[in-house]
């Protein structure tokens, strides 16, 4: 295949609508028909209105974790000679593990104000989650970014705005793998007579190893290059504490 997807979707006069947004948008529509979905089942014990305070809350989480998380993570030193850079939402750039730390921030704060469990809400939210990983790995494929490495694989993809090597489609194994799969996984797999705590923790557990398998076959940021034994990514540094808090939260709450 040779990507020639226009990443706009609409334009009016000099006004684009982008594919990536769009993407946004559907997941978290779909999100939200889901978990009013759940909410009817008594998965969780929330009202309808308390749900969308919170999918309020979560998306500005993700908005700002996100911006923030990828000017330090992937461009601290811009970043650190101009803050400002962090508000210039027109260049692009967000980082899942920002987004992540947003949101998590963001449960607090609606768990505190509405005086409910963490792990309750976060094991409910988990199950949403894959949803936006899904619909946002298809907008990187869309804009032609966060390319793989070089194969000779029947499924490589050509990015002519990069060269004209077959390359892993990395952002289409995500979606698979840290969307489909862990939906699957956390929605029909998972007993539901589980303790609270262990869908996050499952939740932690494989999107860090999906994440970390998967950057092996992608390319790392030019700007960045691989941190150490040239093979260890930022994306893959990241997903270690996650990995870790995973299963500190799998063992300790098992024993509690």
Not at 15 to 44: D, E, P, Q, T
Not at 100 to 127: P, T
Request: charged letters at 15%.
């Amino acid at each position: 295949m040779i990507h020639n997807i226009d990443p706009i979707f609409i334009s009016i006069g000099e006004f684009h609508i982008y594919w990536y947004g769009i993407m946004y948008l559907l997941a978290f529509l779909a999100a939200w028909l889901l978990g009013n979905y759940f909410i009817k089942k008594r998965i969780v014990k929330i009202s309808e209105d308390h749900f969308s305070d919170l999918l309020f809350y979560n998306f500005v989480g993700v908005l700002v974790g996100g911006r923030v998380g990828y000017s330090i993570f992937y461009n601290f030193s811009y970043t650190f000679e101009n803050p400002i850079s962090i508000l210039y939402l027109w260049n692009g750039g967000m980082s899942f593990h920002g987004g992540f730390i947003g949101v998590i921030f963001s449960i607090f704060y609606f768990c505190k104000k509405n005086k409910v469990s963490f792990f309750e809400i976060s094991d409910f939210l988990v199950r949403l989650v894959p949803i936006g990983l899904f619909t946002g790995r298809i907008g990187n494929f869309i804009n032609g970014e966060l390319w793989g490495k070089p194969t000779d694989l029947i499924w490589a993809v050509i990015f002519p705005k990069i060269d004209n090597m077959p390359r892993h489609p990395t952002q289409i194994y995500e979606a698979f793998f840290e969307g489909f799969v862990l939906f699957i996984i956390l929605n029909f797999m998972v007993s539901k007579d589980i303790k609270p705590s262990v869908l996050t923790s499952y939740f932690l557990i494989l999107y860090s190893l999906f994440r970390f398998l998967i950057e092996f076959f992608r390319v790392p940021d030019s700007h960045i290059g691989y941190l150490a034994f040239s093979w260890v990514t930022m994306g893959q540094l990241l997903c270690f504490p996650m990995f870790i808090l995973g299963l500190f939260i799998l063992k300790y709450r098992k024993g509690n």
